[in-house]
T-cell receptor, first 116, second 113 residues
Framework: SAVISQKPSRDICQRGTSLTIQCQVDSQVTMMFWYRQQPGQSLTLIATANQGSEATYESGFVIDKFPISRPNLTFSTLTVSNMSPEDSSIYLC?????????????FGPGTRLLVL | KQEVTQIPAALSVPEGENLVLNCSFTDSAIYNLQWFRQDPGKGLTSLLLIQSSQREQTSGRLNASLDKSSGRSTLYIAASQPGDSATYLCAVPSSGSARQLTFGSGTQLTVLP
């Protein structure tokens, strides 16, 4: 299994500012992902973080708004840029070992973001 | 496009009761199904991963079943406890994608002491 930690655990930010969330995995994982969970909603995938290259974004999410880095197999960051109140959500980092379908996917504890 | 539905949306039971949570999915060509637990304001804890070749997977008081042909999975919780109170989410890999999980909207469970 993999243990995933995130920093910060929560933050309150002003409109127009940016926040960078860090994700650390205790073991090497092949795939890392960033999800968003808006209030009362289920999880939506933002992007797949690719080691050493640009992230793969899902429909509706763009690099300018959510730049992602993944310098190695155990660490990734997600930046929420030029924030608005609509960005208030829980942001979750996730990882799994192996590229196949049969592997358990693990999640971090989430970063609870409130934008005023 | 894969869609995942969970029924009921909320459930309240007295302590000690056995209960069943339901999950259905529209595309039966899945490789696995995963059940998660989410406590209020927290991340997700993986409970069970059931492969498409399996019919059941058990962990302690939890038992997950999978019927691919009918597009259904159930999570059975035996002898429920107040500590089981949480939101339970099921998720399947999105159609044709190894990377994306499609999540249901969850069942919010409250176990009353």
């Amino acid at each position: 299994s993999a243990v995933i930690s995130q920093k910060p655990s929560r933050d309150i930010c002003q409109r127009g500012t940016s926040l960078t969330i860090q994700c650390q995995v205790d073991s090497q994982v092949t795939m890392m992902f960033w999800y968003r969970q808006q209030p009362g909603q289920s999880l939506t995938l933002i992007a797949t973080a690719n080691q050493g290259s640009e992230a793969t974004y899902e429909s509706g999410f763009v690099i300018d708004k959510f730049p992602i880095s993944r310098p190695n197999l155990t660490f990734s960051t997600l930046t929420v840029s030029n924030m608005s109140p609509e960005d208030s959500s829980i942001y979750l980092c996730s990882g799994k070992g192996g590229g196949g379908f049969s592997v358990t996917q693990y999640f971090g504890p989430g970063t609870r973001l409130l934008v005023l | 496009k894969q869609e995942v539905t969970q029924i009921p949306a909320a459930l309240s039971v007295p302590e000690g009761e056995n209960l069943v949570l339901n999950c259905s999915f529209t595309d039966s060509a899945i490789y696995n199904l995963q059940w998660f637990r989410q406590d209020p304001g927290k991340g997700l804890t993986s409970l069970l991963l059931i492969q498409s070749s399996q019919r059941e997977q058990t962990s302690g008081r939890l038992n997950a079943s999978l019927d691919k042909s009918s597009g259904r999975s159930t999570l059975y919780i035996a002898a429920s406890q107040p500590g089981d109170s949480a939101t339970y989410l099921c998720a399947v890999p999105s159609s044709g994608s190894a990377r994306q999980l499609t999540f249901g909207s969850g069942t919010q469970l409250t176990v009353l002491p």
